[in-house]
């Protein structure tokens, strides 16, 4: 399950935004349309793979700290 909502997530929010712009946007080609989805989707990939592997993830940090000591 985790797997499917990570690739709607790549997914949904950049055909949204196109949807959205293309929509209310009259100068909007095709072909603006088509690179916004591509950039859009390569964004969401580089966001989720910065954010799973970043220093804040570390196992280290989320331990509790052992009485205050």
């Given at each position: 399950?985790?797997?499917?909502?990570?690739?709607?997530s790549?997914?949904n929010?950049?055909?949204?935004?196109?949807?959205?712009?293309?929509?209310?946007?009259?100068?909007?080609?095709?072909?603006?349309?088509?690179?916004?989805?591509?950039?859009?989707?390569?964004?969401?990939?580089?966001?989720?793979f910065?954010?799973?592997?970043?220093?804040?993830?570390?196992?280290?940090?989320?331990?509790?700290?052992?009485?205050?000591?």
């Amino acid at each position: 399950m985790d797997y499917i909502q990570a690739l709607f997530s790549f997914f949904n929010a950049p055909l949204f935004a196109t949807f959205i712009i293309a929509m209310f946007w009259r100068r909007a080609t095709p072909w603006a349309g088509f690179w916004g989805l591509a950039a859009g989707t390569l964004a969401a990939v580089a966001v989720h793979f910065v954010h799973s592997r970043g220093p804040w993830t570390s196992a280290r940090r989320c331990r509790p700290t052992s009485g205050g000591r």
